[in-house]
């Protein structure tokens, strides 16, 4: 294993936070030791922690750990860490018995995850445990991106079409000067099927060449887009790494960005602009990497790298995007994007 995925024992002293926590006033960050490969889970903790309308959500379920033994309960643990992060206490005891709920939960202890299975799981334990059936929905809510699937034939236009839901958006990296606009906008189009296995029509009554794609139906609170940072190479027998290039901004407006074509007609244009908040960063390869969070408080970007905490600028964040595919192995580049949406 790289030297970078180091093993972090910590006790409680505040030491060990950096001088930049003791200087803020508010709450809501703080390291995060590293106990055998825990910092793809650290980080998507800390893009939690920074999402208060989570916590308040799971604040109103008064039913935790009736059905579901707390060592086991995931919504549980994550409250009552988010709580001692919340009121700056030691989070050592907390956070070790979440990565230990996580464990039981089939999210392996001392393995090397992918950030962006690892939301989802979150998401689905959290929604699945929370015992409340309304509660669970609302939180499923805050993340939920409404769409309609569709398949249109070619030759006669017959549209089938259902509605479907997905947690985040899963951005291809096109062209050297690719940018976040550009990937939004490109997992809208539809895109054609023909070839040697075309869909079946079932107005034709046979298989004919179409085109499929997805309309959007309505928007998150919490927008999460995720960045294709991974290949298969088949010679190599192994997933590769892609580090090039992908612009993003702290401000998205997807009202911009999306043609008519790409929304359904019910369609709502409001509320369509959104503050990044959170950033998802993976250095190495694939199969053996590093994970950091960049989170934006007060005003203010916070690096969160495990144990270490410090404030930085936006161009420390920005630089994250990418660069050329032959670029240094252990480069950072951002994997996953969180926005808030503006409601003012």
Not at 30 to 40: D, E, F, T
Not at 77 to 87: F, G, H, M, P, S
Not at 117 to 138: D, G, M, N, V
Not at 189 to 209: A, L
């Amino acid at each position: 294993m790289l030297k970078f995925l180091y093993r972090w024992i910590f006790s409680s002293s505040s030491t060990h936070l950096t001088m930049d926590y003791h200087t803020m006033s508010i709450s809501g960050i703080i390291g995060l030791p590293n106990y055998g490969l825990s910092c793809c889970v650290n980080s998507l903790l800390q893009s939690f922690f920074a999402t208060p309308e989570l916590t308040s959500l799971l604040n109103k379920c008064v039913e935790f750990g009736k059905k579901i033994p707390e060592d086991r309960n995931v919504p549980l643990n994550l409250l009552k860490l988010t709580e001692d992060v919340q009121n700056c206490r030691s989070v050592h005891s907390a956070h070790r018995k979440l990565l230990q709920c996580l464990d039981k939960n089939r999210i392996t202890h001392s393995v090397q995850h992918d950030a962006g299975e690892i939301f989802l799981s979150f998401l689905h334990l959290i929604h699945k445990q929370t015992e409340s059936p309304e509660l669970a929905e609302e939180i499923l809510q805050l993340y939920k991106i409404t769409v309609l699937d569709y398949l249109q034939c070619n030759v006669c236009q017959n549209i089938s079409q259902s509605n479907s839901f997905l947690l985040t958006l899963l951005l291809d990296i096109q062209g050297p000067s690719a940018t976040l606009e550009k990937s939004i906008k490109l997992f809208f189009d539809p895109q054609e099927i023909s070839g040697r296995s075309p869909p079946f029509c079932d107005f034709c009554k046979e298989k004919r060449p179409g085109k499929k794609g997805l309309k959007l139906l309505s928007l998150p609170k919490i927008l999460c887009l995720q960045i294709k940072r991974a290949y298969f190479e088949r010679h190599r027998g192994l997933p590769i790494k892609l580090n090039s290039e992908l612009e993003f901004s702290e401000m998205l407006d997807l009202q911009q960005i999306l043609h008519v074509d790409h929304l359904a007609e019910s369609f709502q244009k409001e509320n369509c602009k959104y503050g990044l908040y959170a950033v998802i960063v993976h250095s190495g390869s694939p199969i053996c990497g590093h994970y950091i969070a960049y989170i934006k408080l007060d005003n203010a970007w916070y690096c969160a790298n495990d144990s270490s905490v410090y404030k930085v600028p936006w161009n420390e964040v920005a630089k994250t995007s990418g660069c050329s595919p032959k670029s240094c192995y252990a480069l950072e580049t951002a994997y996953m994007l969180l926005y808030r949406r503006s409601d003012t």
